[in-house]
C-alpha cells in the first residue's frame, strides 16, 4: 500500500474518533481500553480486573433503584474553623472541580425494592478526608436511619482525617462511630463497604463497625500505609498486605466483591435481614 495513503487513511480515521472515547491505559497491567468500554464493564479493567476509582454520585447511580435516591443534608459543607492558611480557597476549588459540597454525599434509597440510607465517599474532593462536615453527615445518616428504623449501607473511601481542620477532624471518629453504636443497639443493619482506598481515621472508626464488612478487589484498607508501618517496624511486610484479599484471609473483611456484583449481594443481605426483621 502506498504509504501517503496510508497516512491518510489513518488520519481520516483518527477524525471519526470521539474524543471522549479515548483509550484509557490500566495502570496494573498497562492494556488499553475505549472509555465507552470501560463504561460499560463499571470501570472496571476487561484485561486485569483492576476496580478503578469511580465518583460517589456514579457509584450511588449504580446501586440504587433507578430514581429511588434522594440527598439528605445537601447543603451541609465545611468551613474553617483553625484559619488554616488557604483552606477555604482550596475547598471552594474542589467544589468547583467535582460539583460536589463536600467528600461524601448521603441520602436515601432502596436497593432491590428494599428501603435503605446510602452513603457515598468521592476521593475526588480531598482525598475524601474526613473533616466535620463529611463527619456530620455521616452521624446525620446514622442518626435518620435509626429514626426511621432503617438499613444504612456506606461505601468509604478516604485518606484519613482532615489536617487542616486539626483536633475537630479527630472528634468525628468518635462521633460517627457513637452514632453507628446506636443504629446497632436499635437491632438494625449497617454494612459497610470497602473502597480503594480506605485508610486513617476513617477506617480506624465508623467504616470498621459494620455488621457486614464488604470490599472491592484489590482496594487498600488499613490505618497507616505501608511504607510507614514497614519503617516504623523496621521490616518488610508480607506479600498484599493490606489488600482487600489480605484482609478477608485474616478475617477483617467477610467478603471481597466485584463491582458487577455488589448491588445484587446488597440486595440479598437487605432482603435476608427484613425477612428476619418481619418473624
Known amino acids: 500500500m502506498n504509504p501517503f495513503k496510508e497516512k491518510r487513511e489513518f488520519l481520516k480515521s483518527l477524525r471519526t474518533i470521539n474524543p471522549k472515547d479515548l483509550p484509557v491505559t490500566c495502570p496494573d497491567c498497562g492494556g488499553k481500553t475505549q472509555r465507552s468500554v470501560l463504561a460499560e464493564s463499571l470501570y472496571v479493567c476487561p484485561i486485569c480486573g483492576r476496580h478503578f476509582s469511580i465518583s460517589a454520585k456514579y457509584r450511588l447511580k449504580i446501586t440504587a433503584d433507578k430514581g429511588s435516591f434522594h440527598e439528605l443534608c445537601r447543603s451541609l459543607s465545611g468551613s474553617n474553623p483553625l484559619d488554616f492558611p ?10 468547583q472541580k467535582t460539583g460536589l459540597k463536600e467528600a461524601v454525599i448521603c441520602g436515601t434509597g432502596k436497593i432491590d425494592g428494599v428501603k435503605v440510607v446510602l452513603c457515598a465517599m468521592d476521593s475526588r474532593f480531598m482525598m475524601a478526608s474526613m473533616g466535620t462536615a463529611v463527619g456530620e453527615k455521616i452521624t446525620r445518616a446514622f442518626e435518620y436511619a435509626t429514626k426511621k428504623h432503617l438499613p444504612i449501607v456506606i461505601f468509604a473511601a478516604s485518606g484519613g482525617a482532615r489536617m487542616q ?22 437491632g438494625l443493619l449497617y454494612v459497610s463497604v470497602l473502597t480503594h482506598p ?13 455488621d457486614v464488612i464488604l470490599a472491592e478487589p484489590g482496594a487498600l484498607i488499613g490505618f497507616a500505609g505501608p511504607r510507614v508501618i514497614e519503617q516504623t517496624i523496621g521490616q518488610a511486610l508480607p506479600e498484599g498486605f493490606q489488600r482487600a484479599e489480605y484482609l478477608k484471609e485474616h478475617g477483617f473483611v467477610d467478603q471481597v466483591v466485584e463491582r458487577g456484583q455488589m448491588r445484587q449481594t446488597l440486595g440479598l443481605l437487605l432482603r435476608l435481614h427484613e425477612r428476619r426483621n418481619k418473624k
Open 86 to 95: 488557604d483552606y477555604e480557597e482550596k475547598l471552594a476549588a474542589q467544589r
Open 165 to 186: 481542620e486539626g483536633i475537630f477532624s479527630l472528634f468525628q471518629m468518635a462521633k460517627t462511630s457513637a452514632a453507628a453504636a446506636r443504629h446497632d443497639e436499635a
Open 198 to 210: 480506605t485508610t486513617g481515621g476513617v477506617t480506624a472508626s465508623f467504616a470498621s463497625l459494620g
